[in-house]
């Protein structure tokens, strides 16, 4: 048992005599006491106190058996002297306990005094009082004792003592505050083969779930087992209540009961055609034993049968009948009982009812199984809403019985109530509600009904208005509070050069229409992008702009978000601009603007130079056209491109010999022309003539000259004086020249 601590807690104290009797003599109960329980007897010493989780019916005796047991806190604190007490322990299962007292004998007249109370120790300290009564004088009762400012969970003692040691029989029945623990009780617990045992369970809430089993049918606190063949057999109910002691069992709690089927001699079921209405046909059987010969049934009413299957009966009260069978095999007789449930056909669909309208009812017939309404909307239990005064008719089945009854509803016409039309507004703004429909009104979340506010969120507000009748209505209205839009947006790039094109992304795209002011004087309507090229040097704000459809604004603004920066101009000029293979050196003059930054790049493969007016030497060993390129920078990192075309031109360099020794050594032995530079190799032509102009040779390849030969035949010609003429083109001015002379062969 735990240690108390004491407990200085509102004593509530509630004593109520019921019937009372002059003198000492005990009168006649105004109500029947409960059935004692047989209960264990309270303990002689508080130390010894008999803890209890049943009070109803729990009946005791102040026998003078009792010695007195207390200490100076007790004795100080009871409301009587203590003569012959005892003592109980309880574990409060709410915060109050109530219960009735009735004195079945009193030896004095004088009756009974309780106390409940706690202890700082267990049995010992300082004591604190919940109830203290003390009657005076013995009634029949009851009387009721009841107390407050318990803690659940926590254990109590109750004192029982007689008043001025009187020596009474009482019995106490619960009203609240302590829980009953579940039990079953068997009518039997060894039974033959096809015999019923019934179970009754008892404790708890009063609301019992047997184990699922074929042989157990029923319901309730009682049921019925008919196991049809021998062994042993284990039937469970389980019922919920609440946890107050390791005495008393917590929710939910199961207790089982055991019950044997032996081998007898015989076994027979009994069993009917029912459940039946009243006035309908009972049909009795029972199952064959073979062997035996004669069959006996009883039932109420004096009901008896010698026949094996009893039919045609009629019973004519509605309940339930048992009758049993009985046959004799073999000296052993085996019996068995069936019970046969008559229903009453009479329906109550329950009394008329008035309401508003707007108002629910609850129908809620009884004396039937199932019911059926001629609305078939309603079901028993579930509230529903007539629109006019309305007559409803109900059959009620039970089994193959049905009747009918009816109930009226009356409705009464009430307050139509109208809260408004729903609004929608921007966040931070304010709304009004005003209903109308009554004469007053009552709105939730704070509102006054007339009076402006500011939601923070989308709500619904519900009114109840009431009307000059009393009856009352109820609306809603919903207001929906849009919040401001969310607008971010970003950009491929933030700064560049001119023109420098941007494109802007909505970051948090809606439905929302949206409205882009670029700074440039640009703007779009465009939900997801928006594009434009900034063609002047500056620093721009850009802006976006989010409307709901409700209106609703939302802005983002970005101080200088892009910023565009001039180009430097690239211009330059060669000096001089044309060259010769003979001089190939220019000098860069550079007129650029904006720049300070150079690179270049002659065209020649020579690599680049970084001078702002550099000089350069291009290759001279051939002529050709160069391109140079200069890219200027700025101190932003634009820049821009300038490109000039230079022109490296060959000079015409040839010679001409006057005499060849064709004699075939290693000197001499070929005439041709000896070109350095500045003709076309594929615009040549040379002929030989001898002294009568006659073509003895002729060449289109500048490398192929005349061996002596005449015509490549013949022989080498004589020695003698030839005239040459060759024809060719300049590089530099596409101009065509002709040169003619003489060679002198010598061998």
């Known amino acids: ?155 109590y003692y109750m004192m029982i003592d007689g008043n001025a040691g009187d020596v009474c029989d009482y019995i106490i029945g619960a009203n609240s505050g302590v829980s009953t623990p579940v039990s079953i009780s068997s009518s039997t617990a060894s039974i033959c083969p096809g015999e019923s045992v019934t179970l009754t369970a008892s404790g708890g809430d009063g609301t019992y779930t047997w184990a699922a089993s074929p042989y157990l049918s029923g319901s309730g606190s009682t049921v019925t087992v008919t196991p049809p063949s021998p062994g042993t057999y284990t039937f469970s109910a389980t019922s919920t209540l609440p946890s107050t002691s390791s005495l008393c069992p917590g929710s939910p709690s199961t207790v089982s009961s055991t019950i044997t089927v032996n081998s007898c001699g015989c076994s027979i079921t009994a069993g009917n055609n029912g459940p039946t209405c009243v006035g309908g046909t009972v049909n009795l059987t029972a199952t064959t034993v073979t062997g035996a010969t004669a ?65 629910s009812v609850v129908f809620n017939p009884t004396n039937a199984v199932t019911y059926a309404w001629s609305d078939a909307t309603i079901t028993n239990g579930v509230p529903f809403n007539p629109a006019a ?51 007053t009104y009552v709105w939730d979340n704070g509102v006054s009904n007339g009076v402006a506010f500011a939601p923070t969120a989308t709500g619904t507000y519900t009114v109840i208005g009431t009307d000059a009748s009393g009856c009352t209505g109820t609306d809603q209205m919903t207001i929906t509070v849009v ?92 000096n001089p601009p044309v060259l010769s293979i003979l001089e190939t050196t220019t000098n860069m003059v550079n007129a650029s603007t904006g720049a300070n930054t150079y690179l270049w790049n002659f065209g020649d493969g020579s690599g680049t130079s970084v001078l702002a007016n550099p000089e350069h030497t291009f290759p001279a060993e051939f002529a050709a056209n160069y391109q140079i390129t200069l890219i200027v920078y700025s101190a932003d990192g634009c820049s821009d491109t300038a490109k000039v075309n230079i022109e490296v031109q060959d000079e015409l360099i040839y010679y001409i010999p006057n005499i060849f020794t064709p004699d075939q050594d290693e000197h001499n032995p070929v005439f041709k022309p000896i070109f350095t530079s500045g003709f076309d190799p594929n615009d040549y032509k040379m002929v030989i003539y001898n002294r009568w102009g006659e073509i003895i040779f002729e060449s289109n390849d500048v490398n192929y000259g005349w061996d002596g030969t005449y015509n490549g035949t013949h022989g080498i010609v004589k020695d003698d004086t030839y005239t040459w003429k060759i024809e060719f083109k300049t590089i530099a001015s596409d101009e065509r020249k002709l040169l003619m002379g003489s060679v002198n062969l010598l061998r």
């Not at 309880?90 to 004998?105: G, M, N």
């Not at 069978?325 to 019996?335: A, H």
């Not at 929608?424 to 509600?433: E, H, K």
């Open 1 to 155: 048992m735990k240690n108390l601590l004491l407990i200085l807690a509102f004593v509530s104290i509630n004593l109520s005599l019921y019937a009372s009797t002059g003198g000492g003599g005990i009168g006649t109960p105004t109500s029947p006491a409960p059935n004692c329980v047989g209960n264990a007897a309270p303990g002689n010493t508080c130390s010894q106190a008999t803890p209890i989780c049943d009070l109803n019916g729990f009946c005791g005796t102040t026998s003078s058996s009792y010695t007195a047991d207390y200490w100076t806190e007790l004795n100080s604190t009871f409301c009587g002297s203590i003569e012959n007490n005892s003592f109980l322990s309880f574990t409060a299962a709410s915060s109050s306990i109530s219960f009735d007292v009735w004195l079945t004998s009193s030896a004095d007249g004088i009756g009974i005094q309780i106390m409940i109370f706690s202890s700082s120790q267990p049995c010992a300290g300082s004591v604190t009082s919940y109830t203290c009564w003390n009657d005076g004088t013995a009634t029949a009762g009851p009387i009721n004792v009841s107390a407050s400012g318990l803690t659940p969970g926590q254990t």
């Open 295 to 359: 069959y006996s049934w009883t039932g109420p009413n004096g009901f008896t049968s010698n026949l094996q299957n009893p039919t045609g009966f009629v019973i004519n009260t509605p309940g339930s009948y048992d009758y049993t069978v009985s046959t004799t095999l073999n000296g052993v007789t085996c019996t068995s009982t069936t019970t046969v449930v008559v229903n009453s056909a009479t329906v109550n669909a329950g009394p008329d009812q008035t309401i508003c309208i707007g108002q």
């Open 389 to 439: 005064t309305t007559t409803y008719t109900v059959t009620g089945t039970t089994g193959s019985c049905t009747s009918t009854d009816q109930i009226t509803v009356t409705v009464n016409p009430g307050a139509i109530i109208n809260a408004g039309q729903d609004q929608t507004i921007c966040s931070g703004a304010t709304a009004v509600c005003v209903a109308s429909g009554g004469q």
């Open 483 to 574: 919040p401001t839009p969310i607008v971010t947006f970003s950009a491929n790039v933030t700064s560049g050069c001119l023109p420098l094109p941007v494109i802007f992304n909505n970051t948090n795209p809606t439905t929302n229409t949206y409205q882009w002011i670029l700074g440039n004087g640009t703007t779009s309507s465009n939900p997801i992008s928006a594009a434009t090229t900034y063609t002047a040097a500056g620093c721009y704000d850009v802006t976006l702009i989010s409307t709901t459809p409700e209106g609703c604004v939302g802005q983002s603004t970005v101080p200088a978000m892009i910023c565009a920066f001039a180009n430097p101009v690239a211009d330059f000029t060669a």
